[in-house]
Nanobody, 129 residues
């Protein structure tokens, strides 16, 4: 069983930066597709960024392209989301998610939300104008 714990959320002003971390435990296998999702009050949860098991492939939502960077350190079992130039519309609870990769899933970066079976508890990001 994989456990995911996010950290690094907080309150910043427009234009500020934050770095989210997601520590994974419960498996020594790094062969997991991972992603960041977010959910704002009253809205559905949406994908922010996805990354392959090796970290070579990444994909971003259009709304965060050029401002957010997803990365992972498999030696530390940690996923990151570096966020720059934050906007009020980035305000949300951010979740990391994981699913063990196998070929039948297809590319990690194309996985829909419902294919991820491990989720963290979320970390709040608030951006004020």
């Amino acid at each position: 069983q994989v456990q995911l714990v996010e950290s690094g959320g907080g309150s910043v002003q427009t234009g500020g930066s934050l770095r989210l971390s997601c520590a994974a435990s419960g498996s020594s296998d790094s062969g997991y597709c991972m992603a960041w999702f977010r959910q704002a009050p009253g809205l559905e949860r949406e994908g922010v960024a996805r990354i392959s098991a090796t970290g070579v492939q990444v994909k971003y939502a259009d709304s965060v392209k050029g401002r957010f960077t997803i990365s992972r350190d498999n030696a530390k079992n940690t996923l990151y989301l570096q966020m720059y130039n934050l906007k009020p519309e980035d305000t949300a609870t951010y979740y990391c998610a994981a699913v063990r990769y196998h070929m039948t899933l297809g590319p990690c970066v194309a996985l829909p939300q419902d294919r991820y079976n491990y989720w963290g508890q979320g970390t709040q990001v608030t951006v004020s104008s």
